[in-house]
């Protein structure tokens, strides 16, 4: 159910419907009622519509596949997903725009049931950290993420890193 205060956004002009404030909050809020599947469509479906239904989309991430895949392909070399080309031609300003919604970050480096789901090899991860610390006016994997969890049981998990992931986090 939409709250009130979603529902007050919308006015009555004297004799006209009810037209709708863009407001990119309100419409945060409606599309995080939706699925996943629902919010991608609604992405999709109009230009207003697509940052704030991207936002929603990235706020929580629960893999590095697809912030990392933004950067280069990523392949399954049977240690884990690695970068095929290295990061040298990578589309920083797209990146950005995608790893700057993230607000919260929650992964594991287990395997994961689901078909198609791989770990992040660690080796990766430090390529991706170095490539993203060295952008002027950056210098983290995400820079307004403001909550992480991590579960590694690796013994080289990217523990000593995790200020590098997300400035913002609290400690």
């Not at 419907?17 to 699925?35: H, N, Y």
């Not at 990235?58 to 596949?65: F, M, R, V, Y």
């Not at 280069?72 to 990578?90: H, K, P, Q, S």
Request: proline share 8%.
């Amino acid at each position: 159910m939409i709250s009130s205060h979603v529902l007050n956004r919308f006015v009555t002009d004297e004799g006209r419907a009810p037209t709708f404030r863009e407001s990119t909050d309100v419409l945060q809020e409606i599309f995080g009622l939706l699925d996943r599947r629902s919010c991608l469509s609604v992405a999709s479906s109009c230009k207003k519509f697509k940052g704030p239904a991207l936002d929603q989309l990235w706020s929580e991430i629960t893999s590095l596949a697809a912030p990392l895949g933004l950067m280069d392909e990523l392949i399954n070399t049977g240690n884990g997903l690695m970068f095929r080309n290295g990061l040298g031609r990578v589309d920083w300003p797209n990146y950005w725009s995608y790893a700057n919604r993230v607000r919260a970050v929650r992964i594991t480096d287990e395997p994961c049931s689901q078909a198609g789901k791989f770990p992040i090899n660690p080796q990766t991860l430090l390529h991706a950290l170095a490539a993203t610390t060295s952008q002027i006016g950056h210098g983290a994997l995400f820079p307004k993420a403001t909550l992480l969890a991590f579960d590694f049981h690796q013994p080289s998990g990217p523990a000593v890193l995790l200020p590098l992931i997300g400035p913002a986090l609290p400690p």
